[in-house]
């Protein structure tokens, strides 16, 4: 039976504040990173984003093979004693996500261990991309990722609590590993030689958080939990609940402890926001530095997996790539010094449906009128198997956090087959329901054109026409789904939701992110289980990011 390591961290700036999480899925007999995932989840606790990163970590797991064991280590105290079983588990946030956490593999299969911070910053790094990437307004980015890199290049360098994997002889991963780990040294021995005035910044921010009191203690926290040792049962307490507040304060040594062992990267931000500074010098150098070891390690691991021999590519990389990477790198911190100026306002993550059509019903590829009041068809075996992959699709991408569906058998049933793929339980919201043709429901449009050629004429010419028979107008639906998706959204702020519904709902809300006109509609394709993203922010803009997607069902 195969074994996973489940390594998750959580993270909020503020308790309750902006958070994410972060969880990396690794092969328990070769050390081998299969999969990262991380997520700004909006205003939360960090004992919510921690159970954020352990759910997302076991469904990562699950994924990749669901009759695996799996051993999860975590830094936070709170929750690997409440998953053991060892606290009792009474705070209504966390609550659901620990249960939702228990299901994901059958009991037995998961065991827990706490582990000191320091050995956590695979996932402790994940956690505040996510929240950097938040922060800006944008979603993580496993691609652009560098959590993994920089934890192997630290641990090469000698940094506490990372492992580069031995692997076994050839091995591609443990390879690249070990050039990463070669370059991490020349870096280090580059920064000894030249760096005096970078230590010298460095210095001066710690000793600018040191003096700036409690609040630039707490702001020091490099996964932005913000929590000294006294105060750690804020967030676990605010429920109210006696057994909550005593088990918060058990683990507030231990998050107490981790503050202190922040590297110099926090320490330099909380010297920047003490001062009332946009940007300090030490900012800048950071930020060259981090985009040069960006560059390096990247080349490194493009020339190990190129090369046979790893040595020749971790010289040859070493060499050209971090000349190569010099111009960008000083770019980039350019930019980062410059953003805080030209930057729009901090919006935080928008909130984002994502679209899913239901799958073909018997009355689909005879293309006839299919709305609310009908004969609410079920789905076909073709329509079952296209929700099976947009299922599989939606679990890869792995950034669902919530499901609702329009009431009808067809969307309920696509809806199901997702959600338990996902592990997440459907809501019903009747908003979403499709449009009410009337007396053309099960007919072609080529029978209405011929049964009622008077009314499908009004209909095509004016958004305000009815169907015949008293049917729902696209104005009526425009209306409808207006409101549904004001609450849908004021309910969902930075979360991204899966609403399983029907072509006409789907288009409007194309439509109404665009600010197209209403005769639009009779413009788009929509194709059975596809897939439309529109983002929704604070501000009241849309931003449509797809529309009717169909690669996962070829």
């Not at 150098?285 to 691991?301: E, G, I, P, Q, W």
Request: aromatic share 4%; proline share 5%; glycine share 10%.
């Amino acid at each position: 039976m195969r074994e996973f390591i489940v390594e998750a961290d959580g993270g909020s700036r503020g308790n309750p504040g902006p958070a994410g999480y972060g969880a990396v899925v690794s092969d328990a007999a070769t050390g081998e990173t299969l999969r990262e995932t991380a997520e700004y989840i909006g205003v939360a606790t960090n004992n919510v984003a921690e159970y954020r990163g352990l759910l997302a970590g076991l469904r990562a797991a699950h994924e990749l093979d669901p009759d695996a064991t799996v051993h999860v280590r975590m830094d936070s105290k709170l929750v690997v004693e409440q998953m053991s079983g060892r606290w009792k588990i009474k705070h209504p946030d966390m609550k659901p996500l620990a249960a939702q956490a228990a299901r994901v593999f059958p009991p037995g299969r998961v065991t827990y261990e706490w582990i000191p911070r320091a050995q956590n910053k695979h996932a402790d790094r994940l956690a505040n991309e996510a929240m950097d990437a938040g922060a800006r307004g944008e979603r993580w980015s496993e691609a652009e990722s560098t959590a993994e890199l920089d934890t192997a290049a630290e641990a090469a360098a000698g940094g506490a609590g990372g492992v580069v994997p031995p692997g076994p002889p050839g091995d591609a991963v443990a390879g690249a590993a070990r050039v990463r780990g070669a370059l991490a040294e020349g870096r280090a021995a580059a920064a000894a030689a030249s760096g005096s005035a970078a230590d010298d910044a460095d210095g001066a921010a710690r000793a600018a958080a040191a003096g700036s009191g409690p609040e630039a203690a707490r702001a020091s926290t490099g996964s932005g939990r913000g929590v000294p040792a006294g105060a750690a049962s804020d967030s676990a307490g605010s429920a109210g609940s006696a057994t909550d507040d005593a088990d918060a304060r058990a683990a507030g040594a231990v998050e107490g402890a981790r503050a202190v062992e922040d590297d110099a990267d926090g320490a330099t931000r909380a010297a920047g926001a003490g001062s009332g500074t946009e940007v300090t010098q030490a900012d800048a150098d950071s930020a060259t530095r981090a985009a040069k070891a960006d560059a390096d390690a990247r080349a490194s691991v493009r020339a190990a997996e190129a090369e046979p021999d790893a040595q020749a590519a971790e010289l040859g990389a070493d060499t050209h790539a971090a000349k190569a990477a010099k111009a960008g790198a000083d770019t980039r911190a350019a930019k980062a010094v410059a953003a805080p100026g030209w930057a729009p306002a901090d919006m935080g993550a928008p909130a984002t449906f994502v679209l899913l059509r239901h799958g073909e019903t018997p009355l689909t590829p005879q293309k006839r009128f299919s709305g609310s009041g009908g004969t609410d068809p079920s789905l076909s075996d073709v329509g079952r198997e296209q929700a099976e992959r947009a299922a599989a699709m939606l679990a890869r991408r792995g950034t669902i956090q919530a499901v609702v569906s329009s009431p009808l058998a067809r969307t309920r049933e696509t809806a199901g087959i997702v959600a338990a793929r996902l592990g997440l339980d459907v809501s019903i919201d009747e908003g979403l329901r499709e449009t009410d043709f009337g007396a053309w429901e099960g007919l072609t449009f080529a029978e209405v054109r011929e049964r009622h050629p008077d009314d499908l004429n009004a209909w095509l010419a004016s958004p305000d026409a009815e169907p015949t028979g008293g049917g729902e107008s696209f104005a009526a639906t425009a209306t409808r789904i207006a409101a549904t998706r004001d609450k849908l959204v004021a309910a969902h702020a930075g979360r991204t939701v899966l609403l399983v519904t029907h072509v006409t709902p789907i288009k409007t809300l194309v439509r109404l992110a665009l600010g197209a006109p209403p005769e639009s509609l009779f413009r788009m394709e929509l194709s059975a289980a596809s897939l439309s993203v529109v983002a929704y922010y604070a501000d009241g803009n849309a931003s449509v990011r797809l529309l009717n997607d169909t690669s996962h069902l070829r």
